[in-house]
């Protein structure tokens, strides 16, 4: 325990510096702004923001990539409630009340009641976050590797396979993701894979360049012409310091008890499904209304601007936001693509996700897990008296904001390595991602299998080697087996949901 | 969002080509590693190895995905081409001229070509916009970030 206090303590000291403060600020502002906007999501965001941390030291990027991650669900419920048009995937279930809230003139209340829940929705997440994280890295250290082979084959899948409209083909985009991943060259044995002698490709395909094309470009490919200009009724007073300002936030009190009881149960949805590989935000959203409504006493008033039907899957989608970044940062598997941006990131940076991290960049481990709090509480203070703002940014034209998306998303490849051809990689990419989604294939397993795909090839070979060339191997562990059978069943799942007739869309990731 | 079943293919057109591309895809991949590098054992792989699996496992994904869409209806495909043409020609403008001319002629040709896949094209809203964009890319990037750039060069 007092461990623990001290490396609070320490975590607290790295992220009051000056410049984790302003990167941490930055990352939340940003987190809420393309929150706010529909029409680009966190993904896009943190790809368009990896060059720029390669300006900076590691912990100051992971904390301004996390900062955006958790802040685009602040900011996503407030597009959901103002204009029925959720900013985020995971703040669309939002909508359902919060929109009807906003028609009966409580558009006040239903930001305030969001704001706080996303609030206790991360608080319970982080308090998660800290106390299992260096638990888990524990057990992680005990992992050979099979047991990697085995978890990273089991978090490809899930994340696959649950959270898509089509099984299959989200299994087949990250196979094909693997496959991107094994251009360049060959860790064990010096030799050049698919570079076709091009220079720029001994070293692989860019992180940057792929995540840029398949979420920035294609889907600026994909928005220009079809969003159209909204207009929020909307009209706070843009002084917070008037009464008048406030008073239309007040719940009142029948609404005030309903908050903490829902956001509570929310949370607890969210910390468990975000821990877990393949169930992110947005399905811990989705699932933590559907408790909601199935719980409540006069199920009826759902959809007519129940509270509950706001506080809950906004506390569940903040809370999962934090505990995704456990499995993350203690074992290096990522549970979403978000998360396999981070992964990215740190890598490029030269830290190796896993095990190790806490102990080895304690600095940066908990520095991140002070810099959740400080986030959070800047982002209460920008959400609520500051709503003024981004209500006026809600009436950007998209005719303004494409082309600027475009020109950082293009500065941004180029400033990598001032290389025109990580540029034309991207837009070759923009183009395949457009594609892609033109046959509604969806491009986040893709780049899931692209982040995992060369730590698995090496996790299997080690494996191999080990075992003398038996893949028994894989089965007679027994945290090994247990994966392999829990990726079996998901797999079978998926092919039986393939063959039976088409289902409802799914909820697609976050982009 | 979803057609009525008036517009509704007997074939999901999507999904057999997808798949059909991937087949395609994964075989090629697969020979190309079995061709070019060494397979080793099972034991002790070559780099060739695990390639060559990843490649036959996204054909046959890609041959199931195609087959299913056979036997089920879909909706139809619409390529929307003038934005795909306008933001894959504006960032193609600007790799030929960021090396030739600098980063801010580089984003003023991007934003213009961009500007065209939407209409109506405003001229004047799409010149400040440039202008301002060009300004903002360089003080950020090369004076916040220290990013060694080169707003303007004559290098054709």
């Known amino acids: ?511 | 969002m979803r057609p009525g079943p008036a517009v509704m293919r007997r074939v999901d057109l999507a999904d057999v080509v997808g798949g059909l591309l991937l087949v395609a895809f994964g075989l090629w991949f697969a020979s190309y590693a079995l061709e070019h590098y060494a397979y080793g054992t099972a034991r002790r792989m070559g780099p060739g190895y695990f390639p060559a699996w990843v490649g036959f496992l996204v054909a046959g994904l890609g041959g199931v995905i195609a087959l299913l869409g056979l036997v089920r209806p879909g909706d139809p495909i619409f390529i929307r081409f003038r934005p795909l043409l306008a933001v894959t020609t504006a960032t193609a403008a600007f790799a030929l001229t960021v090396e030739r001319f600098g980063v801010v002629p580089a984003v003023v040709v991007l934003v213009f070509v961009a500007a065209l896949g939407e209409s109506p094209f405003r001229l004047v809203r799409t010149a400040l916009l440039a202008l301002g964009l060009a300004a903002l890319a360089v003080m950020l990037f090369a004076w916040g970030l220290g990013i060694p750039f080169q707003p303007f060069r004559w290098n054709p």
């Open chain 1, 1 to 511: 325990m007092s461990d623990l206090l001290a490396n609070l303590a320490m975590g607290f000291s790295v992220a009051f510096s000056l410049k984790s403060l302003f990167w941490c600020f930055v990352g939340v502002f940003l987190g809420t702004f393309i929150g706010v906007l529909p029409g680009i999501g966190p993904l896009a965001t943190i790809s368009m923001l990896l060059p720029v941390t390669f300006h900076l030291d590691a912990t100051s990027a992971i904390i301004m990539l996390a900062g955006i991650y958790y802040g685009a669900n602040y900011g996503g419920s407030t597009a959901s409630i103002l204009l029925n048009l959720p900013g985020t995937p995971s703040s669309a279930v939002t909508c359902l009340d919060g929109y009807p809230m906003a028609k009966q003139g409580r558009a006040g209340v239903a930001l305030m009641a969001t704001t706080l829940a996303s609030f206790i929705g991360s608080s319970i997440g982080i308090l998660l976050f800290t106390g299992f994280a260096p638990a888990l890295a524990e057990v992680g250290l005990k992992f050979g590797p099979a047991e990697y082979f085995a978890m990273m084959l089991l978090g490809l899948v899930a994340a696959s396979t649950v959270a898509t409209g089509a099984p299959i083909k989200g299994v087949a985009m990250v196979v094909v993701g693997v496959a991107l991943g094994l251009v360049g060259t060959d860790v064990q044995t010096g030799q050049q894979r698919f570079t076709f002698g091009l220079l720029p490709l001994a070293d692989g395909i860019g992180l940057v360049s792929l995540a840029m094309g398949l979420f920035g470009i294609a889907e600026v490919i994909n928005s220009v012409g079809r969003v159209a200009r909204q207009e929020s009724t909307y009209r706070s007073s843009v002084l917070p310091w008037t009464r008048d300002f406030w008073r239309a936030m007040d719940p009142g009190r029948e609404d005030w008890r309903r908050i903490p009881g829902s956001s509570v149960r929310g949370s607890a949805v969210g910390s468990f499904f975000g821990a877990l590989p393949g169930t992110g935000p947005t399905i811990s959203a989705f699932l933590s209304y559907a408790l909601e409504k199935k719980i409540a006493r006069d199920p009826k008033r759902f959809g007519h601007g129940a509270i509950e039907g706001i506080a809950s899957p906004e506390a569940a989608n903040n809370a999962a936001a934090q505990t995704a970044f456990i499995p993350t940062l203690t074992l290096g598997i990522p549970g979403d693509v978000v998360m396999a941006l981070m992964l990215g990131a740190l890598i490029i940076q030269g830290i190796q996700p896993g095990p190790r991290l806490v102990v080895e960049h304690p600095q940066l481990f908990w520095g991140l897990a002070a810099s959740f709090w400080i986030g959070n509480v800047m982002l209460v203070i920008l959400n609520l008296p500051l709503i003024g703002i981004w209500v006026a940014i809600l009436r950007i034209p998209y005719s303004i904001l494409y082309p600027s998306i475009l020109v950082f998303l293009v500065i941004g490849v180029y400033s990598v390595n001032n290389s025109v051809f990580d540029v034309v990689t991207c837009v070759l990419f923009g183009v395949i991602g457009y594609a892609m989604n033109l046959m509604r294939f969806e491009p986040a397993p893709l780049l899931l299998g692209f982040v995992l795909g060369p730590l698995m090839e090496e996790h299997l070979r080690r494996a191999m080697l080990l075992a003398r060339g038996d893949p028994m191997v894989f089965l007679q562990r027994p945290i090994s087996a247990t994966f392999v059978a829990i990726t079996a069943a998901l797999l079978l799942l998926a092919l039986w949901s393939s063959v039976k007739p088409k289902r409802a869309e799914g909820f697609s990731a976050p982009v």
